[in-house]
């Protein structure tokens, strides 16, 4: 079912999905997807594998879902108490790290035999099939679109945003294999979107998405995408600036904590070093840090997480490697100067997704 955006679809799945406090077990969080779902009362647990809260640890498939972490909070929470398990492909705030095949099926039965079900995040699945067509044994000559098919062969919906793997500019979709909850997400896609058939979407930007999806499973589509991300990263690695190893598939991620060691979690380094890279090299950049994180919903009290990155995300079919080599000369200008760059504190934060709007000023 359409929707206008991927939090639309997140929105409507929060609200049929979870009952009032209820857990929501996923591999990291996401802004939007955890705020619509302590909107609805859930407590976001954080079950991704340990190496993915390092930035300098370089492991395969390091967005993976730790299973025993998950069979202990099963065990802990009561399966009825846990409302569904999120799995993104591939994390977002981990640095765009991919999840294997091996761990969708073993989350997936875990889930199955505790009766919990398994929504995608899926706004880059193809970019992680890419990953296991790459990487995972017994995948190599397997095709994107067989792989995307077993990626959702173990899940009982997903949720997507267009504007990524989709290939346009807007619009988003909600999927479902259970009939009653597809049942109460079109009354609910009438509330919040649109009728059930457009969902908040123009019939062109539908038409488009459609297109979209049959050409980004095309391999040397997302091939060229993937190494082109690469290309900058590793221009960035070799002149010694901090990144989130390995490199992502749609980013690349500064490591904040190292790119400016002389500031503090409180002094937002990840946002003060977004703003510098805009300053210094006319790049605009996204803080994926304390200031992403946001407060906890009951104590107030900022959410500090181990990572505090800068997200450098390269648009698709725009840029052309030598966009990519001026990117990379400017933030590397940044980085020999780092320890001018000051920290920030807040002069405007809103209650809600405060990373969208906040305003900010020099310490």
Sequence with gaps: MSTHQGRGAENILSQIAIKEGQYVLGNMYFTTTRYHQEKNGAKFIDIIREEAHNAAIEVPFKGDIDVQKLKA????????????ICLAVTVNLAGGQPVSMANMRAVSEVAREHGIKVFYDATRCVENAFYIKEQEEGYADKSIQEIVLETFSYADGCTMSGKKDCLVNIGGFLCMNDDDLFEQSKELVVVYEGMPSYGGMAGRDMEAMAIGLRESIQYEYIEHRVKQVRYLGEKLKEAGVPIVMPVGG????????????????????????????????????????????????????NHCPQLETVRLTIPRRVYTYAHMDVVAEGIIRLYKKREEIKGLQFVYEPKQLRFFTARFEYI
């Design 73 to 84: 909070v099963i065990a802990d929470k009561g399966a009825e108490n846990i409302a569904y």
């Design 250 to 301: 749609h980013a690349v991620f500064l490591d904040a904590r190292r790119f400016c060691p002389h500031l503090t979690q409180d002094q937002l380094p990840a946002q003060s070093l977004a703003a510098s890279i805009y300053v210094e090299a006319g790049v605009r950049a996204m803080e994926r840090g304390i200031v992403s994180a946001g407060r906890d919903v009951n104590t107030g009290k």
